[in-house]
């Protein structure tokens, strides 16, 4: 894997990006693993500073798992042999829904959205994944926030083919029943991402995860957005920017603070 050669990853302000945390340092960490004596305002300082006294680009790039879906429910269900030998293939899980306790678990997320907010975090953006488990997950977690514009884009999907949990059903119904959401960037009604034969592999996601960050980079103008997506995007962003390995659990926040590499 080669690291991007424009975006790097700033460290020293989030826990889960820290190589001395162990990998459960996460789990719904406090503040969304804010580093002790860090706020949001040194966040934002950090932003500011960069773009005005050295003309680099920063932003804040929040990234949202989705609340547990009926496919990562059933994986455990059957245990992983029997979800790769086929049951994953069933066609009852594409565009796989969230569970009930992914529900409990996208409100538990709006809770601490405003928790942070009230600590000074600023959401300028959301950029949701057309799936949806991260349409329901953005329902929930933004009940309260929905002031905040949002933008839904293919680039933030999870990795694509084989698998019908990862395959979008049509706009149409999508439209009916998040008619909150902003699809306008969405070109097809029909999946044309997803194939049945291919499975992309971590260089085609990586090549995905720089585009969606070029895109937030680069043709969005806000500096803090959020971005309600998936594990497997989320580890492909993680790696393109030189953050540690890092798994994220479902209706977890993992902010990234992205700047444009410098020599």
Not at 119 to 140: M, N, Q, W
Not at 158 to 163: A, N, S
Not at 199 to 205: A, M
Not at 215 to 227: N, Q
Request: hydrophobic letters at 35%; charged letters at 25%; one cysteine or more.
């Amino acid at each position: 894997m080669t690291l991007s050669k424009t975006l790097e990853y700033v460290p020293g302000f989030f826990a889960q990006g820290e190589p001395a945390n162990p990998q459960d340092v996460g789990g719904y960490a406090p503040h969304m693993g804010l580093l002790p004596g860090k706020t949001w305002e040194h966040v934002d300082a950090y932003i500011e500073g960069q773009q005005k006294t050295r003309g680099v680009r920063v932003k804040l790039i929040l990234l949202l798992r989705h609340g547990e879906g009926l496919h990562n429910a059933d994986k455990e269900k059957y245990g992983v042999q029997t979800w790769e030998a086929g049951q994953e293939l069933q066609e009852k899980y594409i565009d796989a829904p969230v569970t009930a306790k992914g529900i409990e678990q996208s409100q538990a997320a709006g809770r601490m959205l405003q928790e942070e907010i009230s600590r000074g975090l600023k959401i300028d953006r959301v950029v949701i994944s057309p799936l949806d488990r991260t349409l329901h997950t953005y329902a929930e977690a933004f009940a309260n926030s929905r002031d905040i514009p949002n933008t839904v884009v293919e680039l933030a999907r999870e990795t694509l083919g084989v698998v019908p949990c990862d395959r979008r059903k049509p706009l149409a119904g999508k439209r009916i029943d998040f008619p909150f959401a902003d699809f306008s960037e969405v070109q097809d009604e029909e999946d044309t991402w997803w194939q049945s034969d291919h499975r992309e592999t971590e260089g085609e996601i990586e090549d995905r995860a720089q585009k969606l960050l070029d895109y937030l980079m680069h043709s969005r103008s806000e500096s803090r957005i959020c971005v309600v997506a998936h594990s497997g995007i989320s580890r492909a962003c993680f790696r393109v920017v030189g953050h540690r390995y890092y798994r994220p659990w479902n209706g977890e926040f993992v902010p990234l603070l992205v700047q444009e590499a410098t020599a």
